[in-house]
């Protein structure tokens, strides 16, 4: 009887759990293609960071500057072919998010402790930092399509960009905002390749300087670092890789690693052919004056710059929707931390 009781629990668990997996706004829908994970990848890779990395090399210089870059990119590479990898390294499991991910690592509270803070960090930090520069990007296109109106705080722009995403955030699940997300991953390849044309037709700036900006060694040594850290935050883009892999449909003959990975490299393709030329091009023409938003460097044409931001602003927007889906899809993470937090604080039901 004992055989035949637990038997059937496991399958009422069984049963509980892919209800909750087809609940969930991740995995309620398992019919992407590869190509969903290109423009997936394009839309989270190539973000606003794109546009600090001329400012970057000015901060790094000609030989360091494009050895970082090139070492990002290479890493970056790898690393995310070890997730796409580990999504499915054990038979019949999928680890659709980064806590189950952990918890296989480093064990059932161990992997959430490690895990659930540092993923939520990084998502609510980028959703910060997108919504910051969703504003100022529309503030930017106010002033250059209308200079003389009446300049509101850029306070006002990020609440018009925030508007959007309540009427986005109703969409169910991750498959179902593909069409924001693809569109995002044509407007980031349309803004950077301005990022770079842009500049070129304006020509070399006059006495163009590529020595660092930094007044003492001190400056210069804090200004490298700094600029390390903004490549590594322009490559960032792995955290939604599990998730966009767990969206396409796996069997034992056709794992979705094989989809996936194929994706990932025509998205690696356009991210190199987007950083690259927007990092060299833009410190080439500008050397050390350049701005940490290439697109505030540039002033005409009016309606080039302007457009850039807009396109800048569509981006942000589907990139924004991946983290909003990614809030959703770490619910689970969440709960589950908590839950493991609870017992370990309050060993004793609070409630009885």
Partial sequence: MGGVDEQQHMDEEAKRQKAIQEWLPITSSRNAKWWYSAFHNVTAMVGAGVLSLPYCMAELGWGPGIVVLVLSWVITLYTLWQMVEMHEMVPGKRFDRYHELGQHAFGEKLGLYIVVPQQLIVEVGTCIVYMVTGGKSLKKFQAVVCPSCKPLKTTYFIMIFASVHFVLSHCPNFNSISGVSLAAAIMSIAYSAIAWIAPVSKGVKPNVDYSYRGKNSSEVFFNFVTALGDVAFAYAGHNVVLEIQATIPSTPEKPSKGPMWKGVIVAYIVVALCYFPVAIIGYY??????????????????????????????????????????????????VAFWGSLEGLLWPRPLIS
Wanted: with cysteine; net charge negative.
């Fill in 285 to 334: 023409i500008f050397g050390n004056v350049v701005e940490d938003n290439i697109l505030m460097t540039l002033d005409k044409p009016a309606w080039l710059i302007a457009a850039a931001n807009m396109f800048v602003v569509i981006h942000v927007i589907g990139g924004y929707q991946q983290l909003q889906c990614s809030s959703a899809f770490a619910f689970p993470s969440l």
